[in-house]
């Protein structure tokens, strides 16, 4: 069964450093997203991104956020300058179309000391 | 904007029982769909299962069902004969959708409630 796939599993980073989270989402999905778990705490949505660009983002994703599907394959979020409040899990998700349920990539768990 | 309530956020269960997790939500769409998602301690996020706003009929999947109460704005989740493996976080979201159903916008979640099976 096609399933979405997330690398690194686990990124240690010091504040201030930029980080690159990456996502394959499942092949023939059109709509992609990325949410934030911080430990304990429910699941926000950060972005949307649809034919090449972002179609909706959160208050969350400001200037420090940024994402990018730079191949026909990969999706990814950057963060240029990791805070300590950075530090929380990434889920990629993806969705063929409109009558589809979100699919989870497992999650990076980013860590900033 | 959506709103989704989680208010048990912890819950317990004797393997094999029945339990029922409840969220309630608030929105002003007309349709919309509702999810169940469970997430072990490894984080992964499983969806357990799915209700479209504009049926009527509960949704179920195997020893998952659910009571969608549309009036209400109340989606509680149904677990029978609990397994041990189903202890996880649960948690609740909720996607708009147009009118002939189709939706690509966020989920939004609930706080999520921590369901242990005991054996």
């Known amino acids: 069964e096609p399933e979405v796939t997330q690398t690194p599993s686990h990124q240690v980073t010091q504040m201030g450093q930029e980080v690159i989270l990456r996502c394959v989402p499942i092949?023939?999905?059109?709509?992609f997203y990325w949410y934030r778990q911080i430990l304990g705490q429910k699941v926000e949505f950060l972005v949307s991104f649809y034919n090449n660009e972002i179609s909706e983002k959160s208050e969350i994703f400001d200037d420090q956020f940024s994402v990018e599907r730079p191949d026909g394959s990969n999706f990814t979020l950057k963060i240029r300058s990791t805070k300590l409040e950075d530090s929380a899990m990434y889920f990629c998700?993806?969705?063929?179309?409109?009558?589809?349920?979100?699919?989870f990539g497992p999650g990076t768990r980013l860590t900033v000391t | 904007a959506q709103t989704v309530t989680q208010s048990q956020p912890e819950m317990s269960v004797q393997e094999a029982e029945t339990v029922t997790l409840s969220c309630t939500y608030d929105?002003?769409?007309?349709?919309?769909?509702l999810f169940w998602y469970k997430q072990p301690p490894s984080r992964q996020m499983i969806l357990v299962i799915r209700q479209e706003a504009y049926k009527q009929q509960n949704a179920t999947e195997n020893r998952f069902s659910v009571n969608f109460q549309k009036a209400a704005k109340s989606f509680s989740l149904k677990i029978s004969d609990s397994q041990l493996g189903d202890t996880a976080m649960y948690f609740c979201?909720?996607?708009?959708?147009?009118?002939?159903?189709?939706?690509?916008?966020?989920?939004?979640f609930g706080q999520g409630t921590i369901l242990t099976v005991h054996p």
């Open positions: 998700a993806s969705v063929a179309g409109g009558r589809d349920e979100q699919y």
């Open positions: 979201a909720f996607i708009a959708a147009n009118a002939g159903g189709t939706s690509y916008g966020k989920l939004t």
């Open positions: 092949s023939n999905h059109l709509y």
């Open positions: 929105t002003s769409e007309n349709n919309y769909y």
